[in-house]
């Protein structure tokens, strides 16, 4: 057996990339395996989480069970009461995350296998920290677009002639159920009235001249309510090998006004009539307008308009937009 200098290529390389591989770690537990001449070497990775433990092999190897282990230190088969004198393993981690690395290698000193653990032990914890630093990132990531999708939210990144280079999930599926927007031939992103397609060409067009336009934003419909903010993509690195430059944040909501009728009557304790009133001011109806397009009067909106402000906390017009569109109900 040669035990390699760890600054060499042979192992450390594979273990710190090795988070990134699917399996993890296989490459640096092939290689790690063909240094000690092991019948087998594993990983298993305890998580506090509801994934539970799992574990990574090469090899044949032996199931070691969960022991009373010092951090950091290697130990023997003997010390675990395995009844394996050829195995030598270590703990890494703490309650959240933990790593336990056995070596089973029958032909190779158990002496040179723990030295070489030993020298591991620093590398294996940095692994580690990366590991569970991209499992807290992948949690966040989960429950961000757990939200964008309640809301539904979602971005499409555009090339120059309004051509779909990448979106995410949320888009992709406010584009299969929306008539506002649609995937046109070439991948072309499409709204359905022409004068918003010309629009929208026209700003797509500008912001791949000038990454520093401003952002527009844009109604696509009003029932149900569909919102997009064109952007520049400001960054050249983000913009692809596909040349992106500009993103279509893309907001739609999933229900008609009637439903939201029904959800104000439940959420602020409305009248059906002050709920429809509501609404309308919320989607930036000034008073008199809401009052024409519910056939009401002025005075009788603007009477409805004050207990509707008392009910809902708001002190005003803009208070009401907040309370409605930012509040629960943009996650109904």
Known sequence: MRIPNLGETDLLVPLHSGVFEQPMWQTFLRQLRRVC???????????????????????????LAKADMREGRVYSGEELGTGHVSLRAVRLGNEGLALTL???SPGA???????????????????????????????????????FRRMNFGWIALDERCRIVDLDAQAERLLARSGALRRGPYDRLVPALPAIDRQ????????????????????????????????????????????????VYLRGDRSSSADRHEQLVDVFDLTPAEA????????????????????????????????????????????????ILTGVLALA
Do not use: C
Request: charged share 20%; hydrophobic share 45%; proline share 3%.
């Open 37 to 63: 001449e092991a019948q087998g070497v594993s990983i298993r990775l305890e998580s506090a989480g509801e994934g539970g433990d799992v574990t990574l092999a090469e090899g044949n190897t032996f199931a």
């Open 102 to 104: 056995v070596v089973l």
């Open 109 to 147: 000193p158990g002496a040179e296998i723990a030295s070489l653990i030993s020298a591991l032990v620093p590398h294996l914890r940095v692994a580690l920290q990366v590991l569970a630093s991209l499992e807290r990132e992948r949690s966040r990531a989960s429950v961000s677009a757990e939200a």
């Open 200 to 247: 929208l060409t026209a700003l797509v067009k500008a912001m791949a001249g000038d990454r520093r336009h401003r952002p527009r934003a844009i109604n696509l419909s009003q029932d149900p309510w569909t919102d997009i903010l064109v952007a520049p993509v400001r960054i050249e690195a983000l913009a692809g090998k596909d040349k992106a430059v500009a993103v």
């Open 276 to 323: 429809r009133l509501a609404w309308s001011l919320a989607q930036g109806l000034s008073i008199a307008q809401a009052a024409k397009a519910h056939g009401l009067t002025v005075e009788t909106a603007r009477y409805y308009s004050k207990k509707i402000y008392a009910k809902t906390g708001a002190r005003g017009q803009v208070d009401l937009v907040r309370n």
